[in-house]
């Protein structure tokens, strides 16, 4: 007898006997997580086979290559490794087995690891790019996750690295009430991505009735796993990232650029009230839309030293017409000393516009740029921070489209801000936020009307006169002032 062919470490083992019908994992990264959780999904199927019966499976991951590498570097080679040591063992008459058996003779080693189809005395599965069929009509489908995709395909689900699935909240919603309503497992496995996404609230929330499994690297390490810490962590060369991807923690604040924490500290009951407007001076923020995303119109009222949101206007799929409307709205409701309108693309028009009815001077474009957009986020960032700014308060669209920009750094080490798409815009209503507060930076100067009495318009006469008569050699005209 030689070692298993198919060697499974403890934490894996632990998770593939696990028979929970809903169980989560959180991971380390380069721990296999993948890998074994394509075991149980095998072993269900060879079950399936034996038992002539039939079992489907869809893994759902984060992006189409992803999924063609689920099937390709871990399901495929399970599966023939299967097949070749069932057919090794059916000749031994002992044609059961398990996930964990794959002890056989030293002979035999290269026709497993091979799957080599002669060697094979029953009938195979059959591969696609994205697919396993077995003989017996089970099959595994992997995809790439969408709430449309996930609709579509029922059975058992495995959602891998589902903390990084762009849209995890509306994925979940569709494809939770599928796979529960027929009785099917359903498994979630992934590392941290902050605390912004379904699987945060999965592996966190108390007493959901959720088997869950914990392995950071310092305990797969400790089980078998063959990887040097120092390393890895020499290499990646981010502590917050190490923190994240590989101990396990929850560092919201690496990823997302409006922690959840802050922007709750920021809400205020008697923000968002129209009704509550003082006459003061406002400032706007305006994020141009059109198809599916969010036209938002931001108002910021000056009240002492700040900046308190008086009312947020988000539509979606209107005409620009009905956008010019609501803006021209606003201008006539408050005392709107500046308005910065996203003029990037789509917002050209709409600015002229603006500029053409509201003044040139009171309506700013602002054409959004990797550095321009970095400005403005930290203005808001900083605004918040300083308790400058306050928002509504319990409005869960609000808060994910705030808390949706991340932070990224590039190959070329310079930082971008992207939006992860799982909140109901683009983080639309963070841009709005940002060019509003980014309006009240700029300087206002009040101004006051005074009358001139007819003494004071005497002099100036007199002054103006003086004047031409001194430049007279310079081709003016006597009596014109």
Same mark, same amino acid.
């Given at each position: 007898?030689?070692?298993?062919?198919?060697?499974?470490?403890?934490?894996?083992?632990?998770?593939?006997?696990?028979?929970?019908?809903?169980?989560?994992?959180?991971?380390?990264?380069?721990?296999?997580?993948?890998?074994?959780?394509?075991?149980?999904?095998?072993?269900?199927?060879?079950?399936? #086979?034996?038992?002539?019966?039939?079992?489907?499976?869809?893994?759902?991951?984060?992006?189409?290559?992803?999924?063609?590498?689920?099937? #390709?570097?871990?399901?495929?080679?399970?599966?023939?490794?299967?097949?070749?040591?069932?057919?090794?063992?059916?000749?031994?008459?002992?044609?059961?087995?398990?996930?964990?058996?794959?002890?056989?003779?030293?002979?035999?080693?290269?026709?497993?690891?091979?799957?080599?189809?002669?060697?094979?005395?029953?009938? #195979?599965?059959?591969?696609?790019?994205?697919?396993?069929?077995?003989?017996?009509?089970?099959?595994?489908?992997?995809?790439?996750?969408?709430?449309?995709?996930?609709?579509?395909?029922?059975?058992?689900?495995?959602?891998? #690295?589902?903390?990084?699935?762009?849209?995890?909240?509306?994925?979940?919603?569709?494809?939770?009430?599928?796979?529960?309503?027929?009785?099917?497992?359903?498994?979630?496995?992934?590392?941290?991505?902050?605390?912004?996404?379904?699987?945060?609230?999965?592996?966190?929330?108390?007493?959901?009735?959720?088997?869950?499994?914990?392995?950071?690297?310092?305990?797969?390490?400790?089980?078998?796993?063959?990887?040097?810490?120092?390393?890895?962590?020499?290499?990646?060369?981010?502590?917050?990232?190490?923190?994240?991807?590989?101990?396990?923690?929850?560092?919201?604040?690496?990823?997302?650029?409006?922690?959840?924490?802050?922007?709750?500290?920021?809400?205020?009951?008697?923000?968002?009230?129209?009704?509550?407007?003082?006459?003061?001076?406002?400032?706007?923020?305006?994020?141009?839309?059109?198809?599916?995303?969010?036209?938002?119109?931001?108002?910021?009222?000056?009240?002492?030293?700040?900046?308190?949101?008086?009312?947020?206007?988000?539509?979606?799929?209107?005409?620009?017409?009905?956008?010019?409307?609501?803006?021209?709205?606003?201008?006539?409701?408050?005392?709107?000393?500046?308005?910065?309108?996203?003029?990037?693309?789509?917002?050209?028009?709409?600015?002229?516009?603006?500029?053409?009815?509201?003044?040139?001077?009171?309506?700013?474009?602002?054409?959004?740029?990797?550095?321009?957009?970095?400005?403005?986020?930290?203005?808001?960032?900083?605004?918040?921070?300083?308790?400058?700014?306050?928002?509504?308060?319990?409005?869960?669209?609000?808060?994910?489209?705030?808390?949706?920009?991340?932070?990224?750094?590039?190959?070329?080490?310079?930082?971008?801000?992207?939006?992860?798409?799982?909140?109901?815009?683009?983080?639309?209503?963070?841009?709005?936020?940002?060019?509003?507060?980014?309006?009240?930076?700029?300087?206002?100067?009040?101004?006051?009307?005074?009358?001139?009495?007819?003494?004071?318009?005497?002099?100036?006469?007199?002054?103006?006169?003086?004047?031409?008569?001194?430049?007279?050699?310079?081709?003016?005209?006597?009596?014109?002032?």
């Amino acid at each position: 007898m030689t070692d298993p062919v198919i060697k499974f470490l403890p934490y894996q083992k632990a998770w593939l006997q696990d028979d929970s019908r809903f169980k989560i994992g959180m991971f380390t990264r380069r721990g296999g997580k993948t890998f074994g959780a394509s075991g149980e999904i095998v072993q269900d199927c060879i079950d399936a #086979e034996i038992e002539n019966r039939k079992t489907r499976w869809t893994i759902l991951s984060r992006s189409e290559a992803t999924a063609k590498e689920a099937i #390709e570097d871990a399901l495929k080679p399970m599966v023939k490794a299967y097949y070749a040591a069932y057919s090794t063992l059916a000749r031994k008459g002992r044609p059961e087995f398990s996930v964990e058996d794959f002890h056989v003779p030293a002979h035999q080693r290269e026709v497993i690891q091979n799957g080599d189809p002669q060697m094979i005395d029953v009938a #195979e599965a059959t591969y696609k790019a994205q697919e396993v069929r077995f003989p017996g009509g089970s099959r595994v489908t992997a995809i790439s996750a969408s709430p449309d995709a996930a609709r579509g395909f029922g059975g058992n689900m495995l959602f891998d #690295e589902f903390a990084f699935h762009q849209d995890s909240r509306r994925i979940w919603g569709s494809a939770f009430p599928v796979a529960a309503r027929g009785g099917h497992k359903i498994r979630v496995i992934s590392t941290p991505n902050g605390k912004g996404n379904k699987f945060y609230e999965l592996m966190t929330t108390k007493e959901n009735g959720w088997s869950r499994h914990h392995i950071d690297i310092y305990e797969a390490v400790r089980q078998g796993l063959d990887v040097d810490i120092d390393e890895l962590r020499a290499g990646m060369a981010d502590e917050d990232a190490w923190a994240q991807e590989f101990e396990l923690k929850w560092l919201d604040a690496a990823s997302s650029w409006l922690p959840y924490d802050l922007i709750s500290s920021c809400e205020h009951p008697l923000a968002g009230h129209p009704a509550l407007y003082r006459g003061g001076p406002c400032f706007v923020g305006v994020d141009i839309a059109a198809r599916n995303d969010l036209f938002v119109i931001w108002v910021l009222e000056l009240v002492g030293d700040q900046l308190v949101t008086r009312e947020v206007i988000a539509r979606r799929r209107i005409k620009f017409a009905e956008q010019d409307r609501l803006l021209a709205d606003v201008f006539r409701r408050y005392h709107v000393v500046r308005c910065a309108m996203d003029q990037t693309g789509m917002g050209e028009k709409p600015v002229e516009d603006a500029k053409a009815s509201h003044g040139e001077e009171r309506v700013d474009g602002v054409l959004f740029s990797a550095s321009s957009k970095l400005d403005l986020a930290t203005g808001l960032k900083q605004s918040l921070q300083d308790r400058q700014t306050l928002i509504p308060a319990g409005d869960p669209n609000m808060r994910a489209d705030l808390h949706a920009i991340k932070s990224m750094t590039g190959p070329t080490g310079i930082r971008r801000l992207v939006a992860d798409g799982d909140s109901d815009g683009h983080a639309d209503r963070f841009w709005a936020l940002s060019l509003a507060v980014g309006a009240s930076e700029t300087t206002y100067q009040p101004y006051v009307y005074r009358p001139v009495t007819a003494s004071a318009l005497s002099r100036l006469q007199e002054d103006q006169m003086r004047l031409l008569k001194l430049t007279a050699g310079f081709k003016t005209r006597k009596g014109v002032w």
